[in-house]
C-alpha cells in the first residue's frame, strides 16, 4: 500500500518558518521525482517546489529564495524548508510523487500564517 504522510503544518506568525516533511512508503522512493503543492481556500492547486531524482530543484516565483525542497532516499523523505512566510503562503500543502504513470499524492498539511 503506498502512503505519502505529510507531517510538520501549524500556525505561525508572519516572517517566521516551518519544516515540511513527506514520508513515503509502499514505493521505490528513489525512483520517484517528488514535489509540494499548496491549495489556498477558493483558489486552484499550485506548484510549490519540485525536485528530481538527481534533486534538480525547481521553485514557483513566489516562494524561491523563501523555500528550500530536500530529500533523502535513504529515509524516503522529501522535505519543504519555508522561511520568511507570509500570510499569503497560508494553504494546504501536499506532497506529490511520480514515476512513470504512477502518481501519487499525499493528504496534506495545513500551514497558516498569522499574527
Known amino acids: 500500500q503506498v502512503q505519502l504522510v505529510e507531517s510538520g503544518g501549524g500556525l505561525v506568525q508572519p516572517g517566521g518558518s516551518l519544516s515540511l516533511s513527506c514520508a513515503a512508503s509502499?514505493?521505490?522512493?528513489?525512483?520517484?521525482?517528488m514535489s509540494w503543492h499548496r491549495q489556498a481556500p477558493g483558489k486552484q492547486r499550485e506548484l510549490v517546489a519540485s525536485?528530481?531524482?538527481?534533486?534538480?530543484?525547481n521553485y514557483a516565483d513566489s516562494v524561491k529564495g523563501r523555500f528550500t525542497i530536500s530529500r533523502d532516499n535513504a529515509k524516503n523523505t522529501v522535505y519543504l524548508q519555508m522561511n520568511s512566510l507570509k500570510p499569503e503562503d497560508t494553504a494546504v500543502y501536499s506532497c506529490?510523487?511520480?514515476?512513470?504513470?504512477?502518481?501519487?499524492w499525499g493528504q496534506g498539511t495545513q500551514v497558516t500564517v498569522s499574527s
Open positions: 509502499g514505493i521505490t522512493f528513489r525512483y520517484y521525482a
Open positions: 506529490n510523487g511520480k514515476y512513470l504513470r504512477n502518481d501519487f
Open positions: 525536485i528530481t531524482t538527481t534533486s534538480l530543484t
